[in-house]
């Protein structure tokens, strides 16, 4: 038998609904390829032109309390698909270099992560999906998500 | 057990020694997914600009000789792999497109290609592989060269 293409996969993980086939596929190729599975979520950095229209209590820290929903769905990830608390990560940053930071961080050799098409949110991950194809050190799974 | 995430693999062939890599990963994938795996290579067109500038003996077809260098070198590729003739495909045109197109009618579930750094051939693949995650129906796998 030919050795194991992937020893780690890094899955980027937004938690929504249409990317759930993301999800999938990353469980199932860990499966077969009895890979280790690391999910990552980021948070990212709110643009401050954005932050700046909203109207927000005084001591209310966006950033946090989008750290705290991304903590409580990533336990239900976690949980969902077994992969262990030490594997369960969620940072803050640009989403294209941080999923490239803790690819090397974790040693990973295949990030799994969504592509997809030109509009609105789809057309953010699919930036997100070439910065990572541009940048990585190893190998990249865009996986097309079933909406346009 | 999970379902085979996989069942048609579509490998993007350029026989260059320095995407032997992407060969190996395209093997070891469809032994473990236990997928069907078509080689494609394209001979690209070559750009007027360029072609003009070369001396070429009268009745020789530039394109069908590079057509003919690249059907020895898939026979000796489909061989090694064990790749039936019919599930290996030489091709002209631009190369984002032509895979795109194959990949479409073959109904490949996914696109195995090379993906580089900045300079030189790597650049230019780097371009293939980011033209094809942007147009690509199915998940597209970017296997990391070696070389920069």
Known sequence: MT???YRHLLLAADFAPETEGVVARAAELRAHLRARLTLLHVVEYLPMSYSGD???PEDFDLEQE???VAKR???ALGERLDVPPGDRRIETGSTGRTILRVAEE???DLIVLGSHGRH???ALLGSTARSVLNGAKCDVLAVRLGVE
């Open 54 to 56: 909203l109207v927000l």
């Open 106 to 108: 974790i040693g990973a």
């Open 3 to 5: 050795p194991f293409p």
């Open 120 to 122: 609105g949110l789809a």
């Open 73 to 75: 769905q990533m336990a």
């Open 66 to 68: 989008l750290v705290e």
